[in-house]
Nanobody, 113 residues
Framework: QVRLVESGGGLVPPGGSLRLSCAASGFAFSNYGMNWYRQAPGKEREMVASLSRSGKLYYGDSVKGRFTISRDNAKNTLYLQMASLKPEDTAVYYC???????WGQGTQVTVSS
């Protein structure tokens, strides 16, 4: 079955960096666009970055220039490199294959001094 395991979250001070990973299994990873979403307390889940099969990129306005999405198809893994983190980046981060409703358990990112 489809499995998505996000990792790499944690507590980081403002201005810090983190790299999130999403280990995927149970489907043909290289055949799917992949997306990162986040959900902050009391807010709706939002897409922050997307990487299509062909390499087309999308970033939400709030993360442009600070976050970088990438993938390693040989490892069936999606990444999100986050830099210059702000307190408003605090959220649970999830990955999702495009066109599906599969979600992992998420990884908590907390940006605080």
């Amino acid at each position: 079955q489809v499995r998505l395991v996000e990792s790499g979250g944690g507590l980081v001070p403002p201005g810090g960096s983190l790299r999130l990973s999403c280990a995927a299994s149970g489907f043909a990873f290289s055949n799917y666009g992949m997306n990162w979403y986040r959900q902050a307390p009391g807010k709706e889940r939002e897409m922050v970055a997307s990487l299509s099969r062909s390499g087309k990129l999308y970033y939400g306005d709030s993360v442009k220039g600070r976050f970088t999405i990438s993938r390693d198809n040989a490892k069936n893994t999606l990444y999100l490199q986050m830099a210059s983190l702000k307190p408003e980046d605090t959220a649970v981060y999830y990955c999702r294959p495009s066109g599906t409703m599969y979600w992992g358990q998420g990884t908590q990112v907390t940006v605080s001094s």
